[in-house]
């Protein structure tokens, strides 16, 4: 099949033109080193997928109290700033493009990782046991106060630079996956009574703070967020959640921003609180450019394409499964099967 709309060039801004539309999903992949710097591998990595219209990376710690996974690398220290040089540089000597995925967990953050207990909106507990780390369960966490909700948007703007020292073209702000900006979006995770909870305003507040303070110190056109307004991952539905993803994309809309990216493990399960599919609730509200992701084929991603549902599509297995993923679906030869297995090793 013809993969017209695909391989068309996207601007994502007047300075970073993407040479398709295909989106290397983030994914973490916890090979990074004791200091929580990416390695070798992670820049043969991304090198070899940089065909991609855009790669984003895993999910990048802003700083030490946010781990929650082992190996996972962070964007605060010289030494792990010099490290993703390496990655962006090869990333583009290859013709390619690269965020910076910045991440916080919140409350699934661990002492085990951190030593020291979790912080988030409100002291609600997930339950269960840490998915790479089968033997440690959550842990109730410490309720921020404003100073800490202060600190860490600062930390997020300073990661933000950090990144842009690095060479990243943009970042992309992990807003998504019950991490700590979607525990401030959601009821069940944000009990707050404060400025940061309550009403949908308030509820979007730490969000757009983020956004603005990344957006301030490396602007508007490389400031990218990744959300699931449907609450699919480590987070329950509590009534109204949908309004304030209404009222952050009311804000958003007002604001110069890369792209808007809608998390998803299956993009065509539907949710009766958003109307439909997470990504058409979105294209509804947002104005700008958007990724749609989550269980994609070539056809259906060109399909989505053609009919305007989205701008960029993004893989995530599929690049696990096949760094040539780009060169297969341009060639229109067979993909691959991604396979759990494959996560043992990073190629
Ligand atoms: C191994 C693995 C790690 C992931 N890590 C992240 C992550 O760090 N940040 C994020 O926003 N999503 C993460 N995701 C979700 C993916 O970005 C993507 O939304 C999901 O895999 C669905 O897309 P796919 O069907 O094309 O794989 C991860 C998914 C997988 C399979």
Same mark, same amino acid.
């Given at each position: 099949?013809?993969?017209?709309?695909?391989?068309?060039a996207y601007?994502?801004?007047?300075?970073?033109?993407?040479?398709?539309?295909?989106?290397?999903?983030?994914?973490?992949?916890?090979?990074?080193?004791?200091e929580l710097?990416?390695?070798?591998?992670?820049?043969a990595?991304?090198?070899?997928r940089?065909?991609?219209?855009?790669?984003?990376?895993?999910?990048?710690?802003?700083?030490?109290?946010?781990?929650?996974?082992?190996?996972?690398?962070?964007?605060?220290?010289?030494?792990?700033?010099?490290?993703?040089?390496?990655?962006?540089?090869?990333?583009?000597d290859a013709?390619?493009?690269?965020?910076?995925?910045?991440?916080?967990?919140g409350?699934m953050?661990?002492?085990?990782?951190?030593?020291?207990?979790?912080?988030?909106?409100?002291?609600?507990?997930?339950?269960?046991?840490?998915?790479?780390?089968?033997?440690?369960?959550?842990e109730?966490?410490?309720e921020?106060g404003?100073?800490?909700?202060?600190?860490l948007?600062?930390?997020y703007?300073?990661?933000?630079q950090?990144?842009?020292?690095?060479?990243?073209?943009?970042?992309?702000?992990?807003?998504?996956?019950?991490?700590?900006?979607?525990?401030?979006?959601?009821g !069940?995770?944000?009990?707050? /009574?404060? +400025?940061?909870?309550?009403? &949908?305003?308030?509820? #979007? =507040?730490? @969000?757009?703070?983020? %956004?603005?303070?990344?957006?301030?110190a490396?602007?508007?056109?490389?400031?990218?967020?990744r959300?699931?307004?449907?609450?699919?991952?480590?987070?329950?539905y509590? !009534?109204?959640?949908?309004? /304030?993803? +209404?009222?952050?994309?009311? &804000?958003?809309n007002? #604001? =110069?921003? @890369?792209?808007?990216? %809608?998390?998803?493990?299956?993009?065509?399960?539907?949710?009766?609180?958003?109307?439909?599919?997470?990504?058409?609730?979105?294209?509804?509200?947002?104005?700008?450019?958007?990724?749609?992701?989550?269980?994609?084929?070539?056809?259906?991603a060109?399909d989505?394409?053609?009919?305007?549902r989205?701008?960029l %599509?993004?893989?995530?297995?599929?690049?696990?499964?096949n760094?040539?993923?780009?060169?297969?679906?341009?060639?229109?030869?067979?993909?691959?099967?991604?396979?759990?297995?494959?996560?043992?090793s990073?190629?």
């Amino acid at each position: 099949m013809k993969q017209t709309e695909l391989f068309s060039a996207y601007a994502l801004s007047k300075e970073l033109i993407l040479s398709n539309r295909i989106v290397m999903a983030p994914m973490t992949r916890c090979f990074a080193d004791d200091e929580l710097a990416p390695t070798d591998a992670a820049i043969a990595y991304y090198a070899a997928r940089a065909d991609a219209g855009l790669l984003v990376t895993e999910a990048t710690l802003i700083h030490a109290d946010g781990q929650g996974y082992p190996h996972t690398p962070g964007i605060w220290s010289e030494r792990q700033v010099r490290a993703w040089r390496g990655v962006t540089d090869a990333v583009h000597d290859a013709g390619g493009r690269i965020f910076c995925q910045l991440w916080h967990t919140g409350r699934m953050a661990h002492s085990h990782y951190t030593g020291q207990q979790p912080v988030a909106p409100s002291a609600v507990a997930l339950q269960g046991s840490l998915p790479r780390a089968r033997d440690l369960v959550y842990e109730t966490p410490r309720e921020l106060g404003l100073e800490d909700i202060h600190r860490l948007v600062e930390r997020y703007r300073q990661a933000a630079q950090n990144a842009m020292l690095a060479g990243f073209d943009g970042v992309e702000i992990h807003g998504a996956n019950g991490y700590l900006i979607d525990q401030f979006l959601h009821g !069940e995770t944000n009990r707050r /009574v404060d +400025e940061y909870g309550g009403s &949908a305003e308030n509820r #979007r =507040r730490f @969000a757009l703070e983020v %956004v603005d303070a990344v957006a301030n110190a490396i602007g508007g056109e490389r400031t990218a967020i990744r959300l699931s307004p449907q609450a699919y991952v480590n987070l329950a539905y509590t !009534e109204g959640d949908e309004e /304030v993803f +209404e009222m952050l994309f009311e &804000a958003l809309n007002q #604001r =110069r921003m @890369a792209y808007v990216h %809608v998390a998803a493990f299956d993009a065509d399960l539907s949710y009766d609180y958003l109307g439909g599919r997470p990504v058409d609730f979105v294209r509804q509200h947002y104005e700008g450019t958007l990724i749609g992701c989550g269980g994609f084929t070539p056809e259906k991603a060109e399909d989505e394409l053609e009919n305007g549902r989205m701008d960029l %599509v993004a893989f995530g297995r599929s690049f696990i499964a096949n760094a040539d993923l780009v060169s297969r679906i341009r060639d229109g030869r067979e993909l691959a099967v991604y396979d759990e297995a494959m996560l043992g090793s990073l190629t």
